[in-house]
């Protein structure tokens, strides 16, 4: 099989693809044939080296891949030949609460993830495909929409009615735009570009705001809102923080997710404290969220918005693309 491994780190050209034998599965284990992936943020991160300590050389890239169970393991019960499949962001993460131990099997990172032609994963780490789901949108389910699904519905507890804030139109905010509108929520979106907010806008966005054009975009989405956001999808970071806490009533609640504008900033946080907000970490969800995810999705119809589909040999023009920054909703490789 064919199949990339991360050769250098810190520059796109050390991603290098090779071949080796077809693996097998062992018990409880299931060997599927990737048909497509999508990349996130955070394989910038891993393919810039600075996503672990210690970068493995020859790690197999990207957490978020979709095929057909080619094979079964002895002991297998959850799937059979020709089932359509996606993996686990965390392989280990069931249900219930996270731990710390999870992060050791955090594909594309910690270990092997799924840019190559065939993969064995355990069983538990895998979940059925929504129906009538090609492989390409199968493959953007796993990080970004999770990510939305668990800051917005699971944790955030979005009701009909509410205002959400998203930022930005990359993958989790184009999701996070797709959910908030089937739960009914009024949804509100920044970005740079007038011509993404119009796409956005022709997804269903109530109320749209350039950010270069309104730098305190924080403070005209609380005003749109009426005294203030329900939820905020918080992809920036430092960066944004501070107007996305501008912009909440009382009450409402912060999915930090991303560090697209970095790491560190100096941040007011007593202005949380007024506002009773109620700030939680997200980092995808469990296997269990997934499932209850997936069944939403087929019932209100979601597809992903895919902006482009490069082949298996253009892997790295694919990075490129992400970095760019160019997208609208999802990236992704299908071979």
Sequence with gaps: MKLYRIQRYGRVDGLE???????????????????AASLNYR??????????????????????????????????????????VAGCFFQGWISGRFQAGYHRAALGGSVDGVLAEFVVLNEDGLVQLPPGYT????????????????????????????????????????????????????????????????????????????YRQTPEWGKAAGEFAGGGVDHVLEVGGAGTFAES????????????????TGLENAVQIFSIVPKLLDVFGIYVGSREMFEGMNRALAQTKIKPVIDRVFPFEEAGAAYQYLESGSHFGKVTIAW
């Design 43 to 84: 394989d910038l991160v891993v393919m810039n080296g600075k996503y672990d300590r210690d970068p493995h050389v020859g790690r197999v890239p990207l957490s978020d891949g979709a095929g057909e169970v080619a094979a079964v393991g002895s002991g297998v019960s959850r799937f059979k030949p020709g089932d359509a």
């Design 135 to 210: 492989f390409a949108e199968g493959a953007t389910l796993p990080c970004a929409a999770l990510t939305a699904w668990q800051s917005m519905i699971v944790r955030g507890k979005v009701q009909p009615g509410d205002t959400v804030l998203l930022l930005g139109t990359g993958g989790v905010s184009v999701f996070g735009l797709q959910i908030a509108k089937a739960a009914g929520a009024r949804v509100i979106i920044t970005s740079s570009s007038d011509e993404k907010l119009e796409r956005a806008r022709a997804l269903g966005a109530d109320h749209v705001i350039n």
């Design 17 to 35: 693809i090779t071949s080796q034998p077809d693996p097998q599965p062992g018990p409880g284990q299931v060997l599927v044939r990737i048909k």
């Design 245 to 260: 806490v501008r912009a909440c009533r009382p009450g409402a609640s912060i999915g930090v997710i991303g560090i697209l």
